[in-house]
């Protein structure tokens, strides 16, 4: 089986204990463990796959935690950094009665992830790459390395998913930076996995199928554009449909989008010949199928990484 590496924030989620209340109003907070790459890799994991982890995180007892919460559920930890300088990264959020979120962001440790600080012998031995882009292409020391370790990713031909995670909190009055980025980001990855208002806006498209076809031209193979509880718009060239999902009863959609693409990122370890994907449609309906359910099953419960489904979970509402 293959191996995924990923390269982003590891964070604190502090979700409102109260559902349907603001941030303003809201006094108290549940602590999680979160963060897009971790979250995908849990969900890697826990449904049998190897993931490993490069990331930083603060030398403090919220560092401690988010450690020891991802070995928990199977990530190696090998290449997260305890920073003596730098606080652990938090997100607060709160949740409408629907289960949709509202962010605020206080940025720490991860801002400062090293390259020079990765182990190039697992990176060598990983054949899958995924980049979860949330706060990885703002700049800085961490844009520097997530633009090394891709282009090392490029130069060894590595099978490249990028998810560009779209958070308006960061980058406010720089969102054609965002754009910019992700287009380039895009050129060079095999499979880009995005929500609609993502779709829209890296590809300045408003109808779905002709901005699944704008990021295609973008240089990309596959395009995922994920529709909520009504499934997925999978696109390649001269293929396009609509994968649909199941119905589940919404506690916390924050990690929805990560269990998709790590569950995309375990089938995708299974396959004798990651070309595979490219070639039968088939195949990859049965595949985004199967990453519809997880995102839906990681809907039922509260917090990203705990919401991450096993494969027995999937395995019973396949059954259905």
């Not at 490029?154 to 099978?159: N, S």
Request: some cysteine; proline content about 2%.
């Amino acid at each position: 089986m293959r191996k995924v590496f990923a390269l982003g924030e590891l964070l604190i989620d502090f979700m409102a204990a109260r559902r349907d209340v603001s941030l303003t109003d809201c006094d108290t907070y549940i602590k999680k463990a979160g963060g897009a790459p971790p979250n995908a890799l849990a969900a890697l994991c826990k449904l049998g796959g190897t993931g490993y982890l490069a990331s930083n995180v603060g030398n403090d007892p919220f560092g401690r935690f988010l450690i020891e919460q991802c070995k928990i559920n199977g990530i190696d930890t090998s290449m997260v950094e305890m920073d003596k300088v730098h606080f652990t990264s938090c997100a607060f959020v709160s949740l409408t009665k629907s289960g949709e979120r509202d962010f605020i962001f206080a940025r720490g440790a991860d801002e400062h992830i090293d390259f020079s600080n990765l182990n190039m012998d697992i990176l060598s031995k990983c054949e899958i790459f995924h980049f979860g882009a949330a706060t990885g292409l703002l700049g800085g020391k961490t844009y520097q390395a997530y633009m090394k370790a891709l282009d090392m990713a490029v130069g060894k031909d590595k099978f490249i998913v990028f998810d560009p995670n779209y958070r308006q909190d960061f980058w406010k009055t720089r969102t054609d930076e965002f754009i910019e980025k992700s287009r380039k980001m895009i050129a060079k990855s095999h499979v880009i996995k995005t929500s609609e208002e993502e779709a829209r806006l890296i590809s300045g498209k408003t109808d779905l199928e002709e901005a699944a076809n704008e990021l295609l031209n973008f240089g990309t193979k596959i395009v995922l554009i994920t529709l909520s509880d009504k499934g997925c718009l999978v696109a390649k060239k001269e293929y396009m449909k609509t994968v649909p999902s199941i119905k589940v009863n919404c506690v916390d959609s924050t990690g929805a989008g990560d269990a998709f693409i790590g569950a995309f990122l375990y089938r995708l370890t299974m396959l004798d010949d990651l070309n595979e994907i490219f070639n039968d449609c088939n195949l990859l309906e049965k595949i985004v199928l199967f990453s519809n359910k997880a995102g839906a099953i990681c809907c039922t419960k509260l917090g990203a990484i705990e919401g991450m489904p096993t494969r027995q979970d999937i395995d019973i509402y396949m059954s259905k």
